[in-house]
């Protein structure tokens, strides 16, 4: 077991917490398990009923455990969400799902925004922003188009990008463009023949398409993504808590991409 924090300078439901979790993270507390009962946390924490209830809950909204409902909480599985770093990176997203990541850049430089790219960024329709457009692979199979949108203070120093070069998202931040939050949307569509064709794939085939909008904890969007992931090696899947959030994982299919 880990040991229990011995700190009080802390309000005590948020050590209780973390206590949990730590138990979750380690394995010590596997998906099914049941979480420890009111009366051993609060044996153990030297608590009242409350600050171990506040926990529960805290775990509860994180998606970790079950609502209980007059039982104790079970762990729910907790692999159904990606992580902030996989949801922004591709590079991330594949190598967390046991792959080799690798790009093919297509193109690099400046361009004319768009409608949808000025109404991310908040700028005039026409004004200059620098596009990045790459196809991503996992273990040398192409599974996405990627297409890297940036102000131009900030993609200018991108300009030089080479498959070789270090991942866009790791020179972001040695720049110190840190992103906090994102917003994404996503819609299924057919691929046409340029798509097929790069991703190695019949024209017809489904294509999961996402869109991003990655800003600074000051608000600023420094990022408009979109990608275009071939439909067979995509798997969404969600965990449900009632009165919590609802995490969503997206998961690469290694036997396709084994195959392909």
Same mark, same amino acid.
């Given at each position: ?9 802390? *309000? ?17 507390? #596997?998906? @099914?398990? *049941?979480?420890?009962?009111? $009366? ?8 009242? !009923? @409350?600050?171990?209830? =506040?926990?529960?809950?805290?775990? !509860? ?8 409902? @007059? ?7 907790? =692999? ?5 770093? $996989? ?6 997203? +594949? ?22 790219? #000025?109404?991310?960024?908040? +700028?005039?329709?026409?004004? *200059?922003?620098?596009?990045? !457009?790459? +196809?991503?692979?996992? /273990?040398?199979? %192409? ?7 940036? %102000?131009?203070? +900030?993609?200018? &120093? ?7 070069? &270090? ?12 992103? /906090?939050?994102?917003? !994404?949307? #996503? ?7 340029? &798509? ?17 909008? $990655? ?9 408009? $993504?979109?990608?275009?992931?071939? @439909? ?5 899947? =969600? ?9 969503? &994982? ?11």
């Amino acid at each position: 077991m880990l040991e229990i924090p011995q700190s009080r300078s802390r *309000q005590q439901h948020v050590e209780i917490a973390e206590f949990l979790q730590g138990l979750i993270q380690s394995g010590e507390l #596997a998906p @099914g398990d *049941q979480l420890p009962s009111e $009366a051993e946390l609060c044996a153990q924490f030297g608590s009242s !009923r @409350g600050p171990v209830r =506040q926990a529960v809950a805290t775990l !509860r909204s994180e998606g970790l455990v079950s609502s209980g409902r @007059g039982r104790r909480s079970t762990v729910l599985d907790t =692999q159904t969400s990606n992580s902030f770093e $996989a949801l922004l990176s591709a590079t991330t997203f +594949i190598e967390e799902e046991g792959h080799t990541a690798g790009k093919q850049i297509l193109h690099v430089g400046q361009g004319a925004a768009s409608d949808t790219v #000025a109404d991310a960024f908040g +700028i005039e329709h026409g004004e *200059q922003v620098v596009e990045i !457009r790459s +196809i991503r692979t996992a /273990d040398g199979v %192409p599974v996405m188009l990627e297409t890297l949108f940036f %102000p131009i203070r +900030i993609g200018e &120093k991108l300009l030089n990008l080479t498959s070789e070069s &270090k991942p866009v998202h790791q020179q972001l931040l040695d720049m110190g463009v840190e992103v /906090d939050n994102m917003v !994404r949307k #996503a819609h299924i569509s057919q691929a046409d023949t340029d &798509k097929a064709g790069l991703l190695h794939i019949s024209e017809g085939a489904p294509l999961f398409n996402v869109q991003l909008r $990655a800003s600074t904890y000051q608000g600023e969007t420094v990022e408009y $993504a979109e990608y275009s992931v071939r @439909g067979d090696v995509i798997t969404l899947s =969600q965990s449900h808590v009632r009165g919590g959030s609802v995490p969503v &994982k997206l998961s690469l299919n290694s036997a396709h991409i084994k195959h392909s």
